[in-house]
C-alpha cells in the first residue's frame, strides 16, 4: 500500500505577498460541527435598501408557493430547536438568495474562532436598481489568449491600465473590482432572509452565474475605458495543449497584465497543471493527465446538473455545501498553481486576493466557455435546474458606468442575449475517454480492505482503501440511461484556510496515483483556500455508470475505492462513503 502525505506549507518569508492586508491567518479548530440557532424573529427589512425587495418576513416565495417564513422557522422549533445541530443539506424551506445589505457588509469572519479577519474589501454603498440587458448591438469576441494578436494584447493592456489609473475608489477601478470577488467568498455579507449566516457563492450551484455575471461587468467596464464596445476579454485555453502554460501576455514584467505574487517557477515554459498537487509536476505525465482530468469533469461524470452545477445553496445553506466537478478540479487546481508557493498563496492561490491577478479573469472566461460548451453538449437533456430556488437568485454589481445593478441567474443564461462569443478552437479531451488499466478486476472480491461503513470518519493522512456495496448490480442499458450510479463522499471537512486535494480510483490494481489518464480514476476533491476556516462539511458525488461500464465490473456487488490524499490530507475529514442511484 502507498502512504502519501504531502505538505503545501512551504513558506518563505523572503517571498512578497500583499501588502495591503497583514497576514495573521486564521487557525482551524477540529471541532466537527457547528452550532447555530434559527433567529425566528428574524428582521429582513431592517436597514434594506431596497424595499421592493422580494424577501420579506412574512411571505416567502418558495418552490412550494408562498408560504410564511415566520411560520416556517417556528415550525422547525421541534426539528433544529435553538440550538441545534444543522443538517448539511439545503434547507427544505428554501429561498433564493438575494443580494447582501451593502451596509452591512463586515470584514470577514473566521468562523472557528469567531475573530475578524485582517481584510476588508466591503465596495462603496449604494442603492440598486434591476438590471435590463441591454439589445445587442456589437457582439463582443474573446480571443484565445495565446491566440491573440498584438493589436489586441495592446488594447487590452490599456483598457487594465486605466482600470488601475481609476481612484479607489471608483467602483469600477482595479482595486475594488478585485473587492466584488472577495466580497462574496470570504463570509462579509450576511445572507439576506437569515443574517446568522454569511454568504459565500463558491462551492455550490452560484459558481458559474455567479462568475459569469462577475466578468460580464468587468468586461463592459474595460471596453468603456478604452471605447470599444465589441472588447471581449481572452481566455487561457488551458484545456488544450497548445494553451497548457500561462499566456505570454500575463508573463511580461513591465506590463499591466503582470503580477509578482505568483508563483515564479510556473512562468512559461512550465506546463500548467489541472491536477496540481502542490509540488513539481511530472512533466511527462501532464498533458495526458490534463486531457483526462478535463473528460472526467466535462463528460464523464457530469450527467446530473448538480455534479456539473455544484450543491444546491439558498437562504438558510452553510457555506461550501458542495462543488462541481470543475470547480473542484482544474479550476482549484490553476488557482494554486497560479499563486505564490506559500500557505496563504496570494494572489491566485486565496479566494480574498485572487481578483487581484489579472490572469484571474482568463481563467474564469475559459470556465465561462466551458460552461457553453457543456451546455451544448447536452443536446437535448436538461441543461439547467429549473427550480426558482436557483433561477430567482440574485447578486449586484457595478456596471460600466459605476450604476450598482441587481442581476439575476436566470437571465445568465443565454450567452447571446448577453453579446459575447468565443474564438473557436480544438476541444481534444471530447473523445479522450481513459481505458482501464485492468479490465474485469477481481480485486474487489479479492481485497482484504475494510467495509466503509465500519471505517468512517476518517482523517486522510493516508490512502484509505475501502470496500463499497452497490445496492443495485447488472443494470440494464435502460435503466443505465435513466439513472446514473454515483460515489458519494459525505462529511468532507478540511481546513478551508488550506489548500487540501484527494484523488478517488475504483478498482485500482496498481496503485499509481500519479497517472490519472486511466479508467480506474473517477474524479477528485481540490480547494481554494479561503481566507476564513469555515469548519462547515461538504459533499460530492461522482459518477460511476460509464467508469463501470469501461472497467467491465457491472456484475460485481461491490468496488474497491481509494482515497489518496495528494494535499495537506492531514487536514481533510472524511465522513463517509455510498452509493446511490439518481435520476
Ligand atoms: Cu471565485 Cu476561481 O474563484
Not at 295 to 313: I, N, Q
Request: aromatic content about 10%; proline content about 8%; overall charge negative.
Amino acid at each position: 500500500m502507498i502512504s502519501i502525505l504531502l505538505s503545501s506549507s512551504t513558506t518563505t518569508t523572503l517571498l512578497p505577498s500583499r501588502p495591503i492586508y497583514t497576514s495573521n491567518p486564521p487557525y482551524f479548530s477540529t471541532k466537527t460541527t457547528r452550532i447555530r440557532h434559527f433567529n425566528v424573529s428574524c428582521d429582513a427589512t431592517n436597514g434594506d435598501q431596497n424595499q421592493n425587495h422580494n424577501l420579506s418576513p412574512q411571505n416567502v416565495q418558495t418552490s412550494q408557493g408562498k408560504i410564511d417564513r415566520r411560520n416556517v422557522l417556528l415550525g422547525m422549533g421541534g426539528l433544529y430547536s435553538a440550538s441545534s445541530l444543522i443538517p448539511d443539506i439545503a434547507p427544505s424551506f428554501a429561498t433564493p438568495i438575494s443580494p447582501p445589505d451593502l451596509a452591512k457588509c463586515s470584514r470577514g469572519t473566521n468562523l472557528n474562532t469567531g475573530e475578524p479577519l485582517d481584510i476588508n474589501c466591503c465596495p462603496p454603498i449604494a442603492k440598486y436598481t434591476d438590471y435590463k440587458l441591454p439589445p445587442v448591438t456589437n457582439m463582443r469576441f474573446r480571443p484565445a489568449a495565446h491566440l491573440a494578436s498584438k493589436e489586441y494584447i495592446a488594447k487590452y493592456e490599456k483598457a487594465v491600465q486605466l482600470m488601475k489609473e481609476l481612484p479607489d475608489d471608483d467602483p469600477r477601478s482595479f482595486t475594488q473590482q478585485a473587492h466584488v470577488h472577495c466580497a462574496y467568498c470570504n463570509l462579509t455579507y450576511e445572507q439576506k432572509g437569515d443574517p446568522e449566516l454569511k454568504l459565500q457563492i463558491h462551492n455550490s450551484w452560484h459558481f458559474y452565474p455567479w462568475h459569469r455575471w462577475y466578468l460580464y461587468f468587468y468586461e463592459r467596464i474595460l471596453g468603456k475605458l478604452i471605447d470599444d464596445p465589441t472588447f471581449g476579454l481572452p481566455f487561457w485555453n488551458w484545456d488544450n495543449p497548445p494553451g497548457m502554460v500561462m499566456p505570454d501576455m500575463f508573463a511580461k514584467k513591465d506590463s499591466p497584465l503582470y503580477d509578482p505574487l505568483r508563483n515564479l517557477d510556473h512562468l512559461p515554459p512550465a506546463l500548467a497543471d489541472l491536477n496540481y498537487a502542490a509540488k513539481p509536476s511530472d512533466n511527462s505525465k501532464v498533458i495526458q493527465n490534463n486531457l483526462t482530468e478535463m473528460y472526467t469533469e466535462m463528460v464523464r461524470g457530469v450527467s446530473k446538473l448538480e455534479d456539473f452545477y455544484g450543491a444546491k445553496y439558498v437562504v438558510g445553506s452553510t457555506p461550501d455545501p458542495g462543488p462541481g466537478t470543475i470547480e473542484r478540479g482544474s479550476h482549484s487546481s490553476l488557482h494554486v498553481w497560479v499563486g505564490q508557493a506559500t500557505k496563504s498563496g496570494e494572489d491566485m492561490g486565496n479566494f480574498y486576493s485572487a481578483g487581484q491577478e489579472p490572469l484571474f479573469f482568463s481563467h474564469h472566461i475559459n470556465i465561462d466557455r466551458l460552461w457553453t460548451i457543456w451546455r451544448k453538449l447536452r443536446g437535448s437533456k436538461p441543461k439547467d435546474f429549473n427550480e426558482s430556488d436557483w433561477l430567482d437568485s440574485s447578486y449586484v454589481f457595478y456596471d460600466e458606468n459605476a450604476r450598482l445593478v441587481r442581476v439575476k441567474v436566470s437571465d445568465s443564461l443565454d450567452q447571446d442575449k448577453l453579446g459575447y462569443s468565443f474564438q473557436e478552437v480544438d476541444i481534444p479531451w471530447l473523445k479522450n475517454r481513459p481505458k482501464p488499466r485492468v479490465k474485469k478486476s477481481k480485486i474487489a472480491t479479492t481485497s482484504s480492505a475494510p467495509r466503509a461503513d465500519s471505517v468512517f470518519p476518517v482523517k486522510l493522512d493516508k490512502v484509505v482503501k475501502v470496500l463499497v456495496e452497490r445496492p443495485k448490480k447488472s443494470r440494464s442499458k435502460k435503466n443505465k440511461e435513466e439513472e446514473e450510479e454515483l460515489l458519494v463522499i459525505e462529511g468532507i471537512e478540511v481546513d478551508s484556510a488550506k489548500f487540501v486535494r484527494f484523488d478517488v480510483f475504483v478498482n485500482d490494481e496498481d496503485d499509481k496515483p500519479d497517472e490519472i489518464d486511466k479508467a480506474e480514476y473517477v474524479g477528485c476533491y481540490s480547494q481554494v483556500p479561503h481566507k476564513n476556516s469555515t469548519g462547515v462539511k461538504s459533499k460530492i458525488r461522482l459518477g460511476l455508470t460509464e467508469l463501470l461500464e469501461d472497467l467491465d465490473v457491472e456484475d460485481d456487488d461491490k468496488i474497491l475505492v481509494s482515497l489518496v490524499p495528494k494535499a495537506n490530507g492531514d487536514d481533510i475529514t472524511i465522513g463517509g462513503i455510498k452509493i446511490i442511484y439518481a435520476s
